[in-house]
């Protein structure tokens, strides 16, 4: 099945600093989502990514698919941008996402 | 937007016993559902695919008579998990297609707010 690493797993960063988020996966997908996990456990929706590029406020996302990996771009980071951050990608005749290995961001004051 | 809830949010039980957790499409129908389970300090594993009207579709590893999954309307899924064991406990959480999809592949999920399983 599809493997899916996301780097780095561990990151910790100063308010308002910026940072990079990556995903690669290891065969062609036609979904892929981009997760925050707060701390209750809730997946809040960031991106519906499968290919090109998205942004919605601080946060944007591209996927090249023709090489297999997505990034995840956070600008002025608050704390409250701190939690787990997943990719998830499908692929094939079924809509089953595949969670990558997740990114765990703390950002301190 | 799509909402998808769960219940019971929390749930502690003691070995040996049954609990069932319910999966809502609260403002869509869903024809296909998916449930995850979740472990401390680790990603989420797809369990199976429930399919309204059939049979479940299990991933390979889950126990399907332990793991039983009822997709009895377009809008509700259940997990029932038999005979629990202090090693099933671990955060479940379901997810869905949202509305104006034929929920194939392509599409976009919403997931419930998860539910929290301790077995003592």
């Known amino acids: 099945g599809i493997q899916v690493e996301q780097s780095p797993p561990d990151l910790i960063l100063q308010e308002g600093a910026n940072s990079t988020l990556r995903c690669n996966f290891s065969d062609s997908v036609n979904n892929l989502q981009w997760f925050h996990q707060n701390p209750w456990g809730q997946l809040i929706n960031l991106f519906y990514i499968p290919s090109g590029t998205k942004q919605n406020g601080r946060l944007s996302a591209t996927t090249v698919a023709t090489e297999r990996y997505s990034l995840l771009y956070i600008s002025s980071s608050q704390t409250t941008d701190s939690g787990v951050y997943f990719c998830a990608v499908g692929g094939g005749a079924t809509n089953k996402l595949i969670f990558g290995t997740g990114t765990l961001l703390a950002v301190q004051p | 937007g799509a909402v998808v809830s769960q219940h019971p949010s929390r749930v502690i039980c003691k070995s040996g016993t049954s609990v069932k957790i319910e999966c809502r499409s609260l403002d869509f129908q869903a024809t296909t559902m998916f449930w995850y389970r979740q472990f401390p300090k680790q990603s989420l594993m797809l369990m199976a695919t429930?399919?309204?009207?059939?049979?479940?579709?299990?991933e390979q590893g889950v126990e399907k008579d332990k793991f039983l999954i009822n997709h009895a309307s377009l809008t509700l899924s259940t997990l029932t998990v038999t005979s629990a064991h202090p090693e099933d406990s671990s955060f479940y959480i379901c997810?869905?297609?949202?509305?104006?999809?034929?929920?194939?592949?392509?599409?976009?999920?919403?997931f419930g707010p998860g539910t929290r399983l301790t077995v003592l």
């Open positions: 997810s869905a297609p949202p509305p104006g999809t034929s929920g194939g592949w392509g599409d976009t999920q919403y």
């Open positions: 429930s399919n309204e009207g059939s049979k479940a579709t299990y």
